[in-house]
């Protein structure tokens, strides 16, 4: 029996706490010694290999004067080399592969950030993140590892929001938002866009079984992201003290792709994340208006916007949870 098997059939015979330590316990539920141990491993290799990447960046940064141009990209050469010598010498899915791609692909940033620094190129540096995450991607397809993917898909995320916030006049990444160019509540919608067909992906990955989307939470990750951008969108759109046609545009798009999110959902009653989600993105979108375009003071704006978040987020949590129990109900009697 499952988690869930033991959970519901510990609900239906109303068992005590003593008796459900008891039932736990027969069905070896509880994480035995050696998973921790295990778990534990895990989470310092990990922790290990972001130290070194850190150790890598501050020491070149410490012994600036001392090193030499040579030198300093060098070290970060060397690093690179070896750590997809190792890769190749223990490939992934080998732990050791995993972690030494990880490394290659952290120092890739750094060696970026070095050319930048060293020749005062003029870059933008959205233009670091956003060459960083193209390099990348032949580490991520070579990892097939859910951290690897996470790391690249927050990379490719700053590169854009660097890229909206600095909002610079040229560069060929226009050719995309050109659709959207000339409004930000628009042009917001294109980052959106893309992490949703990153969502996609990532969820068909998951499906065929794509081990660097084998982890659930990378598919939330890039959903959430895309709900940043649609979220941010939408207050854009209504922060505006006269909403034009393009405001107006913007916010029919975000309520329809959230629209559309939840009767996915819906569909498929196995996830309440995007639907939480939406409800979030609502509440921010709609409290942003309140305090824009209704004007009843301060004190009575305060108690309208607690009044407002009391009421929409109870109702939300409360149908949420009658969600996730109704479905797992209806899975387990499938």
Known sequence: MNRRDLDAFVAHYG???????????????????????????????????????????FFI????????????????????VVSVALGLWKPPPHALGRYTLLMAFIATGALLALFGQTYQTGADVYELFLSWALLGLAFVAAGQWSVLSAAWLVVFNVALLL???GRPSGGWLWTVFAPFRGNLSLELLAPALLNLALWWLAEFGRRVRWSAFEARWVSGLALAC??????GAGIDAVESSMMDGFDVLALLFVLAIEAALVVHAMRLRNDVFPLALTAASVIAIVSCAVMEHIDVGDLGITFLLALWLTVSSTVSGRVLMSLVREWRQAGEAA
């Open 15 to 57: 068992l005590s706490a003593e008796a459900t330590d008891v039932v736990l316990d027969l069905a070896a539920a509880r994480p035995a010694p050696a998973e921790f141990r295990l778990f534990l491993v895990r989470v310092l290799q990990l922790a290990g290999v972001l130290s070194l990447a850190a150790g890598l960046v």
């Open 61 to 80: 940064a410490a012994n600036w004067q001392d090193i030499g141009v040579t030198g300093r990209f060098a070290l970060i050469q060397v690093v690179i």
């Open 163 to 165: 890229f909206l916030g």
């Open 226 to 231: 895309a709900f940043g951008f649609l979220t």
